[in-house]
């Protein structure tokens, strides 16, 4: 999370459209709608390569046509006209179909960049099927111009006579206080089959000295994309240890939803706090609450918001103070001399980090563990490395702390202070910012993720180019933290949204954790909209207790 003492200053702006009147063709290679999601076959059925394809539209004010003006793939998609403040418009096909041995029915749909689209335009695939033509739909989904296009995506695990489809279709739904026209796309019309799956994957734990149940709750997460349901594990962060640190928002949770989470982290750092030294800012009092949900079936995540060594005064702080450059990092973590006190400060936080890694090994949890992140940022001392941000210095000074922190974790520091075998190793970037593969320490690496907070993760084209990014790294994929705009206080983000990418966008999502609220801000799912769908609306999210964990 970034500092709440930062991020006033920062604004980020992502997925940004300039209005025009013309569309124009898509250059770069776009995936298939699925092609993420392990072990599916993916069959387009309508690419409108070659015409309409039968395909008529319901309340358009003209089309359908086959244009060359955008596509997700190819060089043609389907384009009508739309009256905005006209009610829904149906681009459909009547047929004789049959998707028995199909999974799931998507699409890949946007919009113009013209037209006053108020509170924002939807749209939904649907079916009709049997001889009483029964209406099945994959329920609304936010739609933008972003010329990566949004994907829909309908289970047909829940539709009836999929052998009998009689027609199939996308509703384009405007908002109430929407206005003028626009266009309307769609594209690459598929179906998807399979169980998402393949043979199991071994992911052998980066700790040199792993237990065996370390091994297995890796392996259990890495091997959930090639499963079809129960498929990405549901996270929430309790708060900093010993400061806000509640389980209660547990409680909440189980009570807005039915479900507990299946993991809950912790910070055991609370850096950012100014008022406080250095060292009183560590604190692992939560460790005991974190245990209770271990023990219930779930999972366990810690980060820290590390204080910056490099500050002389004594205090914490998050911020850069100008010394963050490669002459200071390297004598902080290599220095000769004893009584440095950068150094001191340095394996000193260390210290604390690992007795509160240390109590949880002895109380049998492995932690899903997540140091340094956001670092190709600038709101943290560590962040930007080797950027402008941060002159005389460079990603390997990131690296050389993150092997820092590595080889002290993993080393024995004597007689009951063994090396740590409980751990699992995550990097988690911001996607807001470049170079998110620039800092990764491959081989002390378990698990990569990105931390995002926006509005519309579905069809933000930073977020999923940055995805795609992170995949090349060959490992299991998570999103470290999520949430709305960390900027709102309205409460009135729908959750739907985030769930909605992770299924059609982010297939390869083996956990998401979402953060809490802080201040005014309301990050929390339980203090935003439709919290219950994120936990309950698809066997997609895997919750804790419904499948083990280890």
């Given at each position: 999370m970034k500092s709440i003492f930062l991020i006033s200053a920062l604004v980020v702006l992502a997925g940004c459209n300039t209005p025009t009147q013309t569309e124009q063709p898509i250059a770069e290679e776009q995936t298939h709608p699925g092609q993420e999601v392990k072990g599916k076959t993916v069959n387009i059925i309508y690419s409108f390569e070659s015409g309409t394809q039968s395909w008529v539209e319901d309340n358009a004010t003209g089309g359908p046509w086959s244009v060359t003006e955008w596509a997700s793939s190819g060089t043609r998609s389907l384009k009508a006209d739309m009256n905005l403040s006209g009610g829904s418009v149906f681009l459909r096909l009547t047929d004789n179909l049959d998707f028995s041995s199909s999974t799931d029915f998507v699409a890949t749909v946007r919009h113009a960049s013209w037209g006053n689209h108020g509170s924002g335009t939807q749209a939904k695939l649907y079916v009709k099927t049997g001889s009483s033509w029964a209406w099945f739909d994959g329920g609304s989904t936010s739609i933008s111009a972003s010329t990566s296009g949004t994907i829909l995506r309908m289970d047909l695990s829940v539709v009836s006579n999929t052998n009998q489809i009689r027609e199939i279709g996308v509703e384009f739904i405007p908002a109430g206080n929407a206005s003028g026209s626009t266009a309307i796309y769609v594209d690459e019309v598929a179906l998807e089959s399979g169980s998402g799956g393949g043979s199991p994957s071994v992911f052998t734990p980066v700790t040199p000295n792993y237990n065996s149940t370390t091994y297995d709750v890796l392996n259990i997460l890495g091997n959930l994309p090639i499963k079809n349901a129960d498929r990405t594990v549901s996270g929430q962060f309790l708060g900093y240890s010993g400061f806000g640190f509640n389980t209660s928002l547990l409680t909440t949770i189980f009570s807005a939803t039915g479900q507990y989470p299946g993991l809950a982290g912790a910070d055991l750092a609370n850096g950012g706090d100014g008022n406080r030294t250095f060292f009183e800012v560590f604190n692992a009092s939560a460790n005991a609450s974190l245990e209770a949900h271990w023990d219930n079936g779930g999972l366990v995540t810690i980060n820290h918001h590390f204080p910056n060594p490099l500050r002389t005064n004594g205090m914490a702080g998050m911020g850069a103070v100008g010394r963050e450059t490669t002459a200071n990092i390297n004598n902080m973590l290599y220095g000769p001399d004893l009584n440095n006190p950068d150094k001191d400060r340095w394996y000193g936080a260390l210290w604390e980090i690992y007795l509160g890694l240390l109590d949880m090994k002895n109380r049998g949890v492995t932690i899903i563990y997540r140091p340094l992140h956001e670092m190709n940022g600038d709101w943290f001392w560590y962040g930007g490395l080797g950027t402008s941000s941060r002159p005389n210095s460079s990603t390997d000074?990131?690296?050389?702390?993150?092997?820092?922190?590595?080889?002290?974790?993993?080393?024995?520091?004597?007689?009951?202070?063994?090396?740590?075998?409980?751990?699992?190793?995550?990097?988690?970037?911001?996607?807001?910012?470049?170079?998110?593969?620039?800092?990764?320490?491959?081989?002390?690496?378990?698990?990569?993720?990105?931390?995002?907070?926006?509005?519309?993760?579905?069809?933000?084209?930073?977020?999923?180019?940055?995805?795609?990014?992170?995949?090349?790294?060959?490992?299991?994929?998570?999103?470290?933290?999520?949430?709305?705009?960390?900027?709102?206080?309205?409460?009135?983000?729908?959750?739907?949204?985030?769930?909605?990418?992770?299924?059609?966008?982010?297939?390869?999502?083996?956990?998401?954790?979402?953060?809490?609220?802080?201040?005014?801000v309301k990050i929390a799912p339980t203090s935003n909209l439709n919290a219950s769908d994120l936990y309950n609306k698809y066997d997609w999210m895997l919750n804790r207790g419904e499948e083990p964990l280890r």
């Open positions: 000074d990131y690296k050389n702390m993150w092997n820092s922190i590595f080889d002290y974790m993993t080393t024995s520091k004597g007689a009951g202070y063994p090396a740590l075998d409980n751990l699992i190793w995550v990097y988690s970037p911001d996607y807001s910012r470049s170079g998110v593969t620039n800092y990764v320490v491959q081989d002390k690496t378990d698990i990569v993720a990105l931390d995002a907070y926006l509005d519309n993760p579905g069809t933000n084209s930073t977020l999923y180019n940055r995805y795609q990014e992170m995949l090349t790294l060959n490992k299991p994929f998570a999103f470290g933290e999520i949430g709305p705009n960390n900027q709102r206080t309205d409460g009135q983000f729908d959750y739907n949204d985030w769930l909605e990418a992770i299924r059609s966008r982010f297939g390869e999502t083996i956990y998401f954790l979402a953060w809490n609220d802080f201040g005014a």
